[in-house]
Nanobody, 121 residues
């Protein structure tokens, strides 16, 4: 069974870059046809897909966040990382990593427990 665990700072100052890491166990992030996603949910709002990195290393981003988002991976650690630049209080949210197979369809197999990020000075 695949397990995902988010890690990173819980508090980020406005204009800084948020960096979160998802550590995967139970399978390799290079396993064929797996896609590794970042999703967030602001308080009182629905979930928002931010982007993903595929098994081959290709990246995919939400058009609304593309200019501020970067997703990368460290295959030696079986981790993938989200960086979100120029954060504002509107980026305050629960951030989740999740896996899916066979494409970026929004049908997630496994989720991390989530990590709360607050953007505040």
């Amino acid at each position: 069974q695949v397990q995902l665990q988010e890690s990173g700072p819980g508090l980020v100052k406005p204009s800084q870059t948020l960096s979160l890491t998802c550590t995967v166990s139970g399978d390799s992030i290079t396993t064929n046809y797996f896609y590794w996603n970042w999703i967030r949910q602001p308080p009182g709002k629905g979930p928002e897909w931010m982007g993903a990195i595929g098994y081959s290393g290709n990246t995919y981003y939400s058009p609304s966040l593309k200019s501020r988002t970067s997703i990368s991976r460290d295959t030696s650690k079986n981790q993938f990382t989200l960086q979100l630049s120029s954060v504002t209080p509107e980026d305050t949210a629960m951030y989740y990593c999740a896996s899916e197979q066979e494409g970026i369809t929004g049908t997630y197999d496994y989720w991390g427990q989530g990590t709360q990020v607050v953007v505040s000075s």
